[in-house]
């Protein structure tokens, strides 16, 4: 049991022993339980140079042990959901000399990548993927001919959504060899674990109870109801034990558990077992996340993820630097003081209640907040359903999640013209967490649904506004924000609508114009001030601001846009059409994040990457600037 994470690197002399899991299979099965402690203190310390998730990898050293040992990697597919617990399995398979680098710029990635490793079988981020993925692996081998085992590992949490369902059904349909393992580490599911179920599972695995059930079947097939009778029989003595088997069973899956997801000994013999059976096998184990690091055990959602561990000078002499609020604090604080003025607020958020600030509004307000779990689709149409009674849904989800409920965005709430705010945080590059955690795209697949609002604020007031804003518009309306802290305006108390499609001029200049949506503003002022150009703060990406547009392309010879989401569709293509459809041949640089997926770093060295720096952004300006010297066209008037 540790208590504390380690600053220097642990003695760890197994697990120096091992780069693959070829060599772990060297070892014998009484040094996995040691191996496992050393793999636990080193994951606890890589963690610490590095930040990152750690919780469920802690929770899952056995299972990792277990398959690496028994499963031929990467020949054989292992497929995990989500990939917070993957760090174990990274450590196992030849990158354990690189883990401390992990999340940082060209560092290994916070999840499985396929790039990244040949034992990375499928690269996830977002949850309950994993079942459709290996599924489809099971599937492939059997059509390609190849003897393959395949292996999906999935949370309590994942299993929520509907997509697993969705995979466990048709596994269920094909008969695929495949095994999913379902890793329950909250109790909400299972509670009988023990030594009872761990014989049960003994049992239900061994080779002559499989050969007795399937020859008995045969004999009592010949018998009228006997096999109906035989079947019930089974099934109630597995529920006695097991009840959450009985909807696996129901659905064909073979299942066995719950078992002791720390008991190497149970673990290695059940999985072994069930590796032996063909069709779809289900295992279901109970591990304890952040087992054996008390701080986790005893808060398993504040030890979630930590921060790197930062030396701490004997003296602190240096002010600390001030930070504005964080967006999600804003959005907490807003939701909270709208729904003790208006009692039609419901909130509605799927598995990010602290993530989106939504703590303190759960506890004032428990019968108006529904946290759906991670299910995203039901999570808008919930929206739209109650947006149909009159009740004023807020909806707190991360923008890369989001994509996940775009039909039902489009479906459900924008063509029925219904009445929800969508509050979209982690809107743009988020750091460390990679792609699949970036908010990328929601100007570009948002701009273009009829109906919708799309608002993006400057800085923490603005954001409080324009929630206001949105939840007073009558329709669907949609404020997008950064992860992280704001600039540090202050927040005002008092909250007032902003005007619809009206942006907020800030400096006129000559010759050029910055049109800055979101968060980038204070770049793009140091960018205005340098050039003596003109700034605007656009504040709305839909409705645009056309007047205020029309009137800067008619005095200015080079127009700028700065976003932080795709340059292809987003907000800068807006302005474009607009300038195109009222027939000016305007010079225009759109300036926002490249076509293609910027890979994990800190923020401001994906900025930098990107261009988006007001250095950057400076000296893209100069270069246009620069080549259209010259040969720049007088100032463009209207067609007609």
Same mark, same amino acid.
């Given at each position: 049991?540790?208590?504390?994470?380690? $600053?220097?690197?642990?003695?760890?002399?197994?697990?120096?022993?091992?780069?693959?899991?070829?060599?772990? *299979?060297?070892?014998?099965?009484?040094?996995?339980?040691?191996?496992?402690?050393?793999?636990?203190?080193? %994951?606890?310390?890589?963690?610490?140079?590095?930040?990152?998730?750690?919780?469920?990898?802690?929770?899952?050293?056995?299972?990792?042990?277990?398959?690496?040992?028994?499963?031929?990697?990467?020949?054989?597919?292992?497929?995990?959901?989500?990939?917070?617990?993957?760090?174990?399995? *990274?450590?196992?398979? /030849? $990158?354990?000399?690189?883990?401390?680098?992990?999340?940082?710029?060209?560092?290994?990635?916070?999840?499985?990548?396929?790039?990244?490793?040949?034992? &990375?079988?499928?690269?996830?981020?977002?949850?309950?993927?994993?079942?459709?993925?290996?599924?489809?692996?099971?599937?492939?081998?059997?059509?390609?001919?190849?003897?393959?085992?395949?292996?999906?590992?999935?949370?309590?949490?994942?299993?929520?959504?509907?997509?697993?369902?969705?995979?466990?059904?048709?596994?269920?349909?094909?008969?695929?060899?495949?095994?999913?393992? %379902?890793?329950?580490?909250?109790?909400?599911?299972?509670?009988?674990? !023990?030594?009872?179920?761990?014989?049960?599972?003994?049992?239900?695995?061994?080779?002559?109870?499989?050969?007795?059930?399937?020859?008995?079947?045969?004999?009592?097939?010949?018998?009228?109801?006997?096999?109906?009778?035989?079947?019930?029989?089974?099934?109630?003595?597995?529920?006695?034990?097991?009840?959450?088997?009985?909807?696996?069973?129901?659905? /064909?899956?073979?299942?066995?558990?719950?078992?002791?997801?720390? +008991?190497?000994?149970?673990?290695?013999?059940?999985?072994?077992?069930?590796?032996?059976?063909?069709?779809?096998?289900?295992?279901?184990?109970?591990?304890?996340?952040?087992?054996?690091?008390?701080?986790?055990?005893?808060?398993?959602?504040?030890?979630?993820?930590?921060?790197?561990?930062?030396?701490?000078?004997? %003296?602190?002499?240096?002010?600390?630097?001030?930070?504005?609020?964080?967006?999600?604090?804003?959005?907490?604080?807003?939701?909270?003081?709208?729904?003790?003025? +208006?009692?039609?607020?419901?909130?509605?958020?799927?598995?990010?209640?602290? !993530?989106?600030?939504?703590?303190?509004?759960?506890?004032?307000?428990?019968?108006?907040?529904?946290?759906?779990?991670?299910?995203?689709?039901?999570?808008?149409?919930?929206?739209?359903?109650?947006?149909?009674?009159?009740?004023?849904?807020?909806?707190? =989800?991360?923008?890369?999640?989001?994509?996940?409920?775009?039909?039902?965005?489009?479906? +459900?709430?924008?063509?029925?013209?219904? &009445?929800?705010?969508?509050?979209? &945080?982690?809107?743009?590059?988020?750091?460390?967490?990679?792609?699949?955690?970036?908010?990328?795209?929601?100007?570009?697949?948002?701009?273009?649904?009829?109906?919708?609002?799309?608002?993006?604020?400057?800085?923490?007031?603005?954001?409080?506004?324009?929630?206001?804003?949105?939840?007073?518009?009558? !329709?669907?309306?949609?404020?997008?924000?950064?992860? !992280?802290?704001?600039?540090?305006?202050?927040?005002?108390?008092?909250?007032?609508?902003?005007?619809?499609?009206?942006?907020?001029?800030?400096?006129?200049?000559?010759?050029?114009? =910055?049109?800055?949506? /979101?968060?980038?503003?204070?770049?793009?002022?140091?960018?205005?001030?340098?050039?003596?150009?003109?700034?605007?703060?656009?504040?709305?990406?839909?409705?645009?601001?056309?007047?205020?547009?029309?009137?800067?392309?008619?005095?200015? &010879? %080079? =127009?700028?846009?700065?976003?932080?989401?795709?340059?292809?569709?987003?907000?800068?293509?807006?302005?474009?059409?607009?300038?195109?459809?009222?027939?000016?041949?305007?010079?225009?640089?759109?300036?926002?994040?490249?076509?293609?997926?910027?890979?994990?770093?800190?923020?401001?060295?994906?900025? *930098?990457?990107?261009?988006?720096?007001?250095? +950057?952004?400076?000296?893209?300006?100069?270069?246009?600037?620069?080549?259209?010297?010259?040969?720049?066209?007088?100032?463009?008037?209207?067609?007609?």
């Amino acid at each position: 049991m540790f208590d504390q994470i380690p $600053r220097n690197a642990p003695c760890t002399p197994l697990l120096d022993r091992l780069d693959t899991p070829a060599e772990l *299979k060297q070892l014998s099965a009484q040094q996995l339980p040691e191996l496992a402690k050393e793999l636990r203190e080193y %994951l606890l310390y890589c963690v610490g140079q590095s930040g990152g998730h750690f919780g469920a990898g802690l929770g899952v050293v056995e299972l990792t042990i277990a398959l690496h040992y028994l499963y031929d990697t990467p020949e054989d597919r292992l497929v995990w959901d989500v990939g917070h617990q993957a760090y174990p399995h *990274k450590i196992l398979t /030849g $990158r354990r000399a690189r883990m401390t680098s992990m999340r940082q710029k060209d560092g290994l990635t916070a999840f499985p990548k396929r790039a990244e490793s040949p034992f &990375d079988a499928f690269g996830v981020g977002h949850s309950s993927t994993s079942i459709s993925a290996a599924l489809g692996m099971a599937l492939a081998a059997r059509q390609q001919g190849i003897k393959r085992k395949t292996v999906a590992v999935i949370g309590d949490g994942a299993l929520t959504a509907g997509m697993a369902f969705e995979a466990l059904n048709h596994a269920a349909h094909t008969k695929a060899d495949m095994l999913v393992i %379902l890793n329950d580490n909250d109790m909400s599911i299972s509670r009988n674990v !023990g030594g009872l179920s761990n014989y049960l599972a003994r049992i239900l695995t061994s080779k002559v109870y499989h050969n007795v059930r399937e020859g008995g079947k045969k004999v009592l097939s010949n018998l009228p109801g006997a096999l109906e009778i035989a079947r019930r029989t089974e099934e109630h003595m597995k529920g006695m034990v097991a009840p959450p088997g009985t909807l696996f069973e129901e659905m /064909g899956f073979n299942y066995i558990g719950p078992i002791d997801g720390h +008991d190497l000994d149970i673990l290695t013999q059940t999985i072994g077992k069930m590796m032996e059976l063909q069709g779809p096998q289900f295992l279901h184990i109970v591990t304890q996340k952040g087992k054996d690091f008390k701080p986790a055990e005893a808060d398993p959602v504040g030890y979630h993820a930590i921060n790197k561990l930062e030396p701490k000078p004997a %003296l602190e002499l240096a002010k600390p630097k001030f930070e504005g609020t964080k967006y999600a604090t804003v959005f907490g604080n807003w939701i909270c003081d709208m729904a003790a003025q +208006d009692e039609r607020l419901v909130a509605i958020t799927p598995a990010m209640e602290e !993530g989106s600030g939504l703590t303190e509004y759960a506890q004032k307000f428990p019968d108006r907040y529904y946290d759906v779990a991670i299910a995203e689709q039901h999570a808008v149409t919930l929206a739209a359903g109650l947006a149909c009674e009159g009740v004023k849904p807020v909806v707190a =989800i991360y923008s890369t999640f989001l994509q996940r409920a775009y039909d039902q965005l489009i479906h +459900d709430v924008a063509i029925q013209n219904l &009445d929800v705010l969508f509050a979209i &945080d982690r809107a743009g590059l988020v750091g460390q967490d990679g792609p699949t955690h970036a908010g990328s795209f929601d100007l570009s697949f948002l701009r273009c649904v009829p109906n919708m609002v799309v608002m993006a604020p400057a800085n923490e007031n603005e954001a409080r506004q324009m929630l206001y804003t949105g939840y007073l518009y009558n !329709g669907p309306a949609a404020v997008r924000y950064p992860r !992280g802290t704001g600039p540090g305006t202050a927040v005002e108390q008092s909250m007032q609508a902003i005007a619809i499609g009206k942006s907020q001029p800030l400096r006129e200049g000559e010759n050029v114009a =910055i049109l800055s949506f /979101g968060n980038l503003l204070n770049c793009a002022k140091e960018v205005a001030e340098t050039l003596n150009a003109t700034l605007v703060n656009m504040r709305f990406i839909k409705p645009l601001d056309e007047q205020l547009i029309l009137e800067v392309a008619n005095n200015h &010879d %080079l =127009i700028v846009t700065i976003e932080e989401n795709s340059v292809h569709g987003g907000a800068g293509s807006g302005v474009n059409e607009v300038i195109a459809a009222n027939g000016f041949s305007k010079k225009i640089l759109n300036l926002g994040l490249p076509d293609r997926f910027v890979e994990h770093a800190r923020p401001e060295e994906m900025l *930098k990457e990107c261009g988006l720096s007001a250095a +950057d952004v400076l000296a893209s300006i100069k270069a246009r600037l620069d080549g259209d010297r010259g040969n720049l066209q007088p100032v463009a008037k209207p067609v007609g």
